[in-house]
């Protein structure tokens, strides 16, 4: 990283967070880009060389965190609108499909990444299948963590899933470094088989690496996860378990995106 000029901001307030807002405050940035000193401004007097940006009536806080993003998908922004979840993710993955290259994630995660600046947001974690955010968030000089997502309602994918949820997560390791980790992402509850699940949380916990899950991200994923009550059930067909069916539950496979479910039918 090249050396940045010493530079003293002033502000309104100051926000350290873990103290009380500071009025008419100033922090201290070394050349390392990292900071040397919080305080009111009366009391940071500007080192030798030392630049002053002046910003008056705003606040200087911590970088924001955004603690789940999808980077890879910036561009379908204004394109599946006012569509109920399960119309939407169908058409989300079909389109990711047919028409979205390499390329086109990779330009999507930079964008982000640009988008995130300009918004305060200095710490990001990415969970996506492409990766592109790994080295998008390098090159713009954030912090985060990408989660590499892995797939397979069926038990009988699990061996071929986690082979290639390795390989990614090995190809992505190139861009870890300080501020960059790589993570796994088991998709979730009702697209990962309770065999693939287990199979990625142990390989989570050989390797360190955090590991996220798309719990119950909207309404209608809670109502499936907690109660198999949710309109992702239409369509439905039964599909078989390795693992004995819980009391008055039964598998089920939504044939349409081809993930599965545990939901009274």
């Known amino acids: 990283m090249p050396e940045l000029p010493l530079t003293l901001y002033r502000a309104a307030w100051v926000l350290p967070v873990c103290a009380e807002p500071i009025r008419n405050g100033a922090v201290l940035v070394g050349t390392d880009g990292r900071i040397a000193a919080v305080g009111p401004a009366a009391a940071i007097l ?14 200087i806080l911590p970088g924001l965190v955004n603690v789940h993003a999808h980077p890879e998908l910036a561009m379908f922004r204004g394109a599946l609108e006012d569509l109920c979840f399960r119309d939407w993710i169908l058409r989300l993955v079909g389109a990711k499909r047919a ?29 996506e299948s492409s990766g592109a955010s790994a080295g998008a968030l ?5 912090r985060g963590v990408v989660y590499q997502e892995v797939f397979g309602p069926d038990p009988a994918q699990r061996d071929g899933a986690m082979a290639g949820l390795r390989a990614n997560v090995e190809c992505l390791r190139a861009w870890e470094c300080g501020r960059v980790r790589i993570g796994v992402s088991p998709h979730a509850p009702y697209t ?34 907690q109660g198999g009550r949710a309109t992702l059930r239409r369509g439905c067909a039964r599909a078989a378990s390795t693992r004995p069916r819980a009391a008055g539950r039964r598998w089920r496979c939504w044939t349409g995106w081809g993930c599965c479910a545990r939901g009274r039918c």
Do not use: K, N
Not at 46 to 59: H, N
Not at 138 to 142: C, I, K, P, W
Not at 202 to 215: C, D, Q, R, S, T
């Open 46 to 59: 500007p080192p030798d060389g030392c630049r002053v940006e002046e910003l008056g009536e705003a606040a």
């Open 99 to 127: 028409a979205l290259t390499e390329a086109d994630f990779h330009a999507a995660a930079r964008w982000t990444m640009v988008e995130a600046l300009r918004s305060g947001i200095t710490t990001l974690a990415a969970t």
């Open 138 to 142: 390098s090159e713009a000089g954030l």
């Open 192 to 225: 990962v088989s309770d065999a693939l699940f287990a199979a990625a949380a142990e390989y989570a916990l050989a390797e360190g690496l955090p590991m996220a899950v798309h719990a119950a991200e909207s309404a209608i994923e809670h109502q499936l996860v």
